[in-house]
Nanobody
Framework: QVQLVESGGGLVQAGGSLRLSCVVS????????MAWFRQAPGKEREFVAA????????DYADSVKGRFTISRVNAANTLFLQMNSLKPEDTAVYYC??????????WGQGTQVTVSS
């Protein structure tokens, strides 16, 4: 049974940084393209960033380009999201999952990121 465990969120002032982690168990992590998503209060879940199986290819939502960096360590079954220059509009619960929307696993609990102005 696959399990996604996100961590690293917290309260930070605007302009600050956070590094999120996602540990995947129950599947061969290195076989899947992965992504980060986020959901703000009252809004639908949205795509943030994606990374290929090898880590050689990445993609970002326009709203986070140049500020966020997605990475992975396959040997540790772990996905990362380095978030710099945070803005209040980045406030959301952040989730990791497979990149392919039609093949996603059950969602984890996510990790709360709150950016104060």
């Amino acid at each position: 049974q696959v399990q996604l465990v996100e961590s690293g969120g917290g309260l930070v002032q605007a302009g600050g940084s956070l590094r999120l982690s996602c540990v995947v168990s129950g599947r061969t992590f290195s076989a899947y393209g992965m992504a980060w998503f986020r959901q703000a209060p009252g809004k639908e879940r949205e795509f943030v960033a994606a990374i290929s199986v090898s880590g050689g290819s990445t993609d970002y939502a326009d709203s986070v380009k140049g500020r966020f960096t997605i990475s992975r360590v396959n040997a540790a079954n772990t996905l990362f999201l380095q978030m710099n220059s945070l803005k209040p509009e980045d406030t959301a619960v952040y989730y990791c999952n497979r990149q392919a929307a039609s093949r996603q696993w059950p969602w984890g609990q996510g990790t709360q990121v709150t950016v104060s102005s």
